[in-house]
């Protein structure tokens, strides 16, 4: 078993920066690809970014490219999501989770263990 457990969010002003962390226990996630999701109020998840067991390959909704960055550290079993020039269109609920099949794809439902999530709120 898997356990993820995000942190870092918070209510930040737009335009600002916040850097959330997913840390894994029970198991090493270094074998695994990881991806963060999000969701608003009222609307569907929605794919932020994945990357890769060895942090080699990242992928990024294209919408995000470019403000968002994610990065891995093998040895701390953590995954991080640097978030920057945020807008209030960002607010939502961030999670993450693990692909133990090593595929990593845009696709939520290929990700077999997710953490709780955290509010990230962007005010204007």
């Known amino acids: 078993q898997v356990q993820l457990v995000e942190s870092g969010g918070g209510l930040v002003q737009a335009g600002g920066s916040l850097r959330l962390s997913c840390a894994a226990s029970?198991?090493?996630?270094?074998?695994?690809?990881v991806g963060w999701f999000r969701q608003a109020p009222g609307k569907e998840r929605e794919f932020v970014a994945a990357?890769?067991?060895?942090?080699?390959?990242?992928n990024y909704a294209v919408s995000l490219k470019g403000r968002f960055t994610i990065s891995r550290d093998n040895a701390k079993n953590t995954v991080y999501l640097q978030m920057n020039s945020l807008k209030p269109e960002d607010t939502a609920v961030y999670y993450c989770?693990?692909?133990?099949?090593?595929?990593?794809?845009?696709?939520?439902?290929?990700?077999?263990?997710w953490g709780q999530g955290t509010q990230v709120t962007v005010s204007s």
């Open positions: 989770a693990a692909d133990t099949l090593g595929r990593g794809s845009p696709n939520g439902d290929e990700y077999d263990y």
């Open positions: 029970g198991r090493t996630i270094s074998s695994y690809p």
């Open positions: 990357i890769n067991w060895s942090g080699g390959r990242t």
